[in-house]
């Protein structure tokens, strides 16, 4: 079913940890009924602890909470840091577990790379930001830049059903179907919509390997194809496919003002190889591309015009784009828009490097054939990703530790999915 947009929504743009952080953790401190987290990666360090400690009061405290981490993205979290949690009644969910033969985990093409949090059906968050210390400035050199945004209005309800559907749907995998319906009964979503808690319209998106294969790619492209003064994407894994590139391509030469911050500290040589073809290609057509290189960027945000926004976990490569389970929030909102508008503004005067033909110097040779390669693979590889298993990864309780009791197993992936 096509997403509609839905009135009324307050959205507070949060920059980085510092922000983030503290109104994720007063949130949950005070939870009455139910919290819900999803995260890629959860660490064992001071940001994990906090959320270990909000988590287990809110427990104790008679809410049910739930979260749920990806096998791959948080692989190594101790026994002693689990058994805390579900010594208080937490349910700790593990996203796509199984075998690790030689050592290796194979589920690296399907991983769940959502963040959101929802807490008494009142208020979410949703975008970038794991649960670890590296999205912390005190953190260092390497701290990442990355954004998230607290909701509060009707959108909070969509974003509610969503995260039930994907737990609910583990029912068809688990033996203790009646236990867990019963253990579930009192929180389950419930159809009418919350009452307005703002002026903005807003949709949330999501893709999976389902239903929604390319639902926040389509909203992007639909928001290039009408924008008329200004595009402004920060990214930090950029690599779209080629419709992408051809309608960014056409905004530039329309008139439209085309901006990019992209990542200038790549963490794989690959991506650095393939963005010599990319950037000459896109800089003939008049876009305007900076590195940022103060620290590593982690964002997922865009600005088109001035009143289209979008802030979440999917990047524009070709993990998320063609695999990763992904969540982001689409807003149509002035003044939301002229504040996120603003930060990239700053990120853009103050902490990159302008990227321009004299600067990148001419491609040839053997680094040209490298660059194209490497260009034309990143580019059809969402196209040759259809071909691959479209497995939808389970969702299975974290394994206890020896004495300890187990909780209703179950397993599964949203239908109306990430």
């Not at 999917?314 to 389970?325: E, K, R, Y």
């Not at 497995?391 to 992936?413: N, Y």
């Amino acid at each position: 079913m096509e997403k509609r947009w839905i009135p009324g929504n307050d959205f507070t743009l949060l920059e980085n940890g510092e922000e983030f952080f503290p109104r994720v953790f007063a949130s949950i401190a005070n939870a009455k009924r139910e919290v819900v987290v999803e995260t890629f990666i959860l660490f064992e360090d001071k940001v994990g602890l906090q959320l270990q400690e909000a988590l287990i009061a809110a427990a104790r405290r008679g809410a049910q909470v739930d979260i749920t981490v990806d096998d791959w993205g948080s692989p190594d979290l101790s026994e002693r840091f689990l058994d805390a949690l579900r010594a208080a009644g937490v349910r700790i969910h593990s996203f796509n577990p199984g075998p690790r033969p030689f050592g290796l985990r194979p589920h690296l093409l399907r991983r769940m790379h959502r963040k959101i949090v929802v807490v008494d059906r009142e208020v979410a968050f949703v975008g970038g930001i794991n649960y670890s210390a590296d999205h912390l400035a005190d953190y260092g050199p390497e701290a990442k830049q990355d954004y998230a945004v607290e909701i509060r209005g009707p959108l909070v309800a969509d974003i509610h059903r969503f995260c039930h559907a994907a737990l609910a749907e583990g029912q068809r995998y688990q033996r203790e179907k009646r236990q867990w319906w019963r253990s579930r009964k009192q929180v389950r979503a419930t159809p009418e919509q919350l009452e307005p808690a703002g002026g903005a319209d807003a949709m949330f998106v999501t893709r999976d390997n389902r239903r929604h294969m390319d639902d926040i790619e389509r909203h992007y492209l639909i928001a290039l194809r009408s924008a008329k003064k200004r595009i402004i994407i920060a990214n930090a894994y950029f690599f779209p496919g080629y419709r992408f590139i051809r309608e960014l391509k056409r905004a530039a030469r329309r008139g439209v003002d085309v901006r990019l911050i992209l990542q200038g500290q790549p963490d794989m040589p690959f991506v650095k190889i393939a963005a010599g073809m990319l950037y000459h290609n896109l800089l003939r057509a008049g876009v305007r591309i900076y590195e940022y290189c103060e620290r590593p960027l982690h964002g997922k945000v865009a600005v088109m015009d001035d009143d289209w926004s979008t802030v979440g976990s999917s990047n524009l490569d070709p993990m998320s784009l063609s695999f990763n389970l992904e969540a982001n929030v689409i807003i149509r909102d002035r003044e939301f828009t002229r504040t996120l508008a603003a930060k990239l503004d700053k990120l853009m005067c103050n902490a990159c490097n302008q990227v321009t033909e004299q600067t990148l110097g001419e491609l040839k040779g053997w680094p040209l054939v490298q660059s194209f390669l490497a260009y034309h693979f990143t580019r059809r590889y969402p196209r040759w990703a259809q071909w691959l298993p479209r497995h939808v990864p389970r969702l299975l309780p974290t394994a206890p530790s020896a004495g300890k009791p187990v909780l209703p197993a179950f397993a599964g992936a949203a239908k109306e999915k990430g």
